[in-house]
């Protein structure tokens, strides 16, 4: 297939809810939809970076740049004919996971749609509907977070995760355990944490929690082996692993007993199932993360986590938790077993609504001009 035109659309959408971590706060949902476009056929990603390097390193701007310099260059009126080959273009380029895997993802969608098959299909995908939970955001206070919880619980969601930092940890988790004993609950740090504070994981190893995320450094793998070491809920890693080889060491060393593949963040679909089908052998669970996609990344993350070792609830939420409205429909939407439906059309199986895209767009650039 000759890649006639790719296009960069960087999109905002105001969030409906402004969501608190550790790390930052996100008013607005950032982030570049692309478009591959041959043949007649058009394949759509959408490359996850954020609008500052406050939860990976690349921000959309870096994103831009890399793929602009150095990754469309390389596919722009080139022949393709298989993920592989794109994979193999852009090896000898370091990093930028979330750039890489922007571009990649997009080919995934454009070589699902020209042999008529679903993403989740040619991914491998066993189900056609996945467990979800809601992520949660600090809140202003404790009875805040009940009212936010309580709200999502009649929604139907059976499984919650609460964002912690120091100050903000086992009180609520106390809180929560209290009010509701038997919910599915897990907790996420955003490295907010060092190993000095072991005590406070000790203390929530007693709530039953489902696993606690990524509570050490961004980058470390070393001080969560010791800390999995001294506590029985799983650590589950997500900022630390970014790419099939993190995962392999962070197995290796028990860092973690559960691993959130994000797509975005280990460098696109092929190296999220090679880290898929590397824990399946080894017997850890896996889960799908979320980045407040718009319904492009969610479609590709829900094809993604239909694939057989994501046993447990995933972190994409119906689309109506996110936005007024989205650049891509059909929406997800919550059935009454908090699962989403995978879509079965060809390719993501959802549509860009142009009028939404351009409304949005801050950004565009085609190549060639
Ligand atoms: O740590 O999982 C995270 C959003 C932005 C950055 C990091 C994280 C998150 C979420 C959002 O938790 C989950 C969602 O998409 O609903
Ligand atoms: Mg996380």
Redesign the pocket.
């Known amino acids: 297939m000759k890649i006639e035109q790719i296009e960069l659309h960087q999109v905002e959408l105001p969030l409906l809810h402004p969501?608190e971590?550790s790390?930052?706060i996100?008013f607005n949902k950032v982030c570049i939809i692309i478009s591959v476009h041959s043949g007649g056929i058009s394949g759509y990603s959408e490359c996850t970076a954020?609008a500052g390097p406050?939860?990976?390193s690349e921000t959309s701007g870096t994103a831009w740049h890399i793929l602009q310099e150095f990754l469309i260059p390389r596919i722009i009126g080139k022949d393709i004919n298989s993920i592989d080959e794109v994979v193999q273009k852009f090896s000898g380029i370091r990093g930028n996971q979330m750039a890489k895997a922007g571009l990649e993802d997009a080919f995934w969608d454009l070589i699902a749609k020209a042999n008529s098959i679903s993403l989740s299909k040619m991914m491998g995908g066993v189900c056609d509907k996945i467990p979800v939970g809601?992520?949660i955001?600090i809140e202003s206070s404790i009875n805040k977070l009940l009212d936010v919880i309580e709200k999502h619980l009649s929604e139907g969601y059976k499984r919650v995760?609460l964002?912690i930092k120091p100050g903000w940890d086992i009180d609520i988790v106390k809180a929560v355990r209290e009010r509701w004993p038997n919910i599915l609950l897990q907790v996420?740090a955003?490295s907010a944490y060092t190993l000095e504070q072991i005590q406070i994981f000790k203390e929530l190893d007693q709530f039953n929690l489902l696993l606690i995320?990524?509570p050490l450094h961004y980058e470390d793998i070393v001080d969560h082996s010791k800390l999995q070491a001294e506590i029985k809920t799983p650590i589950c890693l997500?900022?630390s692993i970014h790419s099939f080889e993190h995962a392999k060491w962070a197995l290796e060393i028990n860092a973690c007993k559960v691993i959130?593949i994000?797509p975005g963040r280990v460098g696109g679909f092929t190296a999220a199932i090679k880290i898929h089908d590397l824990c399946e052998k080894k017997g850890i669970p896996v889960w799908c993360?979320?980045?407040?996609?718009t319904n492009i990344g969610r479609a590709g993350n829900a094809a993604l986590a239909s694939l057989p070792n994501f046993t447990l609830p995933g972190?994409?939420?119906a689309s109506a938790?996110?936005f007024k409205e989205d650049i891509a429909e059909p929406n997800f939407v919550l059935n009454n077993d908090s699962t989403i439906t995978v879509p079965s059309k060809p390719g993501i199986g959802v549509e860009i609504i142009p009028d939404r895209l351009a409304h949005y767009r801050i950004k565009y650039q085609s190549f060639p001009e």
Do not use: A, C, H, P
């Open positions: 969501f971590l790390s930052e996100i954020e406050w939860y990976s809601v992520s955001g995760k964002k996420d955003n995320e990524q997500d900022e959130n994000k993360g979320g980045m407040f996609e972190d994409d939420s938790r996110y």
